[in-house]
T-cell receptor
């Protein structure tokens, strides 16, 4: 297991289309997080899962956004009816449940979304 | 609410120069504080952390001290290298549970040979 994997690396879509991103965390990590990073800004928290349960969602996650982690392993983030303001880098991270979660917080390289 | 403010970049230094990147925070309680680094084309990596007042985090020659009285966590390095060129993010963990980090806007460091 080489780390957190995100696919695709880049996605260009037309406004109004739906897009889905995938994140494969480190296999033994129970927690999985989604963040969004716009150009020149720091990452902003979107949501996190503990196993398959979605425990917290940011108010940034509008009703057009949905995230799932159906079997407690990989996760998907779907954006419906994309808008130009959704253009950003979407980051996934994972961490273990036990021990020092902050040391185990590993980020993927992200999926860059461009809405045209 | 919680927030993190970093000095704006880019910061451009010559190799072997001294580095300081300022970071101040606003939070309720006593959050854990972090510095993350993002090298070009790579994901964010934890650089160092401190969990309580007066703790000093250190790694790869970088240091930062948790200053409660000034609500600061400034990043320092005595002698930077070209390979340190990256974007540096200061962050806090609002409840020390590891489940949500609040990041600053990032500071780009460029080190010239």
């Amino acid at each position: 297991d080489t780390g957190v994997s995100q696919n695709p690396r880049h996605k260009i879509t037309k406004r109004g289309q739906n897009v889905t991103f995938r994140c494969d965390p480190i296999s033994e990590h129970n927690r999985l997080y989604w963040y969004r990073q716009t150009l020149g800004q720091g990452p902003e928290f979107l949501t996190y899962f503990q196993n398959e349960a979605q425990l917290e969602k940011s108010r940034l996650l509008s009703d057009r956004f949905s995230a799932e982690r159906p079997k407690g392993s990989f996760s998907t983030l779907e954006i419906q009816r994309t808008e130009q303001g959704d253009s950003a880098m979407y980051l996934c991270a994972s961490s273990p449940l036990d021990g020092d979660a902050n040391y185990g917080y590993t980020f993927g390289s992200g999926t860059r979304l461009t809405v045209v | 609410g919680n927030s993190v403010t970093q000095m704006e970049g880019p910061v451009t230094l010559s190799e072997e120069a001294f580095l300081t990147i300022n970071c101040t925070y606003t939070a309720t309680g006593y959050p854990s504080l972090f510095w993350y680094v993002q090298y070009p084309g790579e994901g964010l990596q934890l650089l160092l952390k401190a969990t309580k007042a007066d703790d000093k985090g250190s790694n790869k020659g970088f240091e930062a001290t948790y200053r409660k009285e000034t609500t600061s966590f400034h990043l320092e390095k005595g002698s930077v290298q070209v390979s340190d060129s990256a974007v540096y993010f200061c962050a806090l963990d609002r409840n020390n549970a590891g489940n949500m980090l609040t990041f600053g806007g990032g500071t780009r460091l460029m080190v010239k040979p």
